[in-house]
Nanobody, 118 residues
Framework: QVQLVESGGGLVQPGGSLRLSCVASGLTFRYYAMSWYRQAPGKERELVAE?????????NYADSVKGRFTISRDNAKNTVYLQMSSLKPEDTAVYYCKSSRLFLADYWGRGTQVTVSS
């Protein structure tokens, strides 16, 4: 019954911007910390950004995206966003949304493809 649906992926040129969205249903959204992961071909899935539950007062970013990406949440819309700017070819990956709550199982979306290429 829990569903996470990502959108906003696509093809973008180096230096461009893109905003990903993840809409959650079937859970009490504000109780869950939310995060974005990505997985490039031949590489392990890695944490990109995370935001705390409730008002999202705390965020954390991978060193590789710090200063370029911004995670945010809108509890009224049950949505978490990832604003990406100054995109690089190495940002190319499938991006996944994850919801987390202490002591409970995580939920994952199916992913959205981001390709940065000229």
């Amino acid at each position: 019954q829990v569903q996470l649906v990502e959108s906003g992926g696509g093809l973008v040129q180096p230096g461009g911007s893109l905003r990903l969205s993840c809409v959650a249903s079937g859970l009490t959204f504000r109780y869950y910390a939310m995060s974005w992961y990505r997985q490039a071909p031949g590489k392990e899935r890695e944490l990109v950004a995370e935001i705390s539950a409730a008002n999202g007062d705390s965020t954390n970013y991978a060193d590789s995206v710090k200063g370029r990406f911004t995670i945010s949440r809108d509890n009224a819309k049950n949505t978490v966003y990832l604003q990406m700017s100054s995109l690089k070819p190495e940002d190319t990956a499938v991006y996944y949304c994850k919801s987390s709550r202490l002591f409970l199982a995580d939920y994952w979306g199916r992913g959205t493809q981001v390709t940065v290429s000229s």
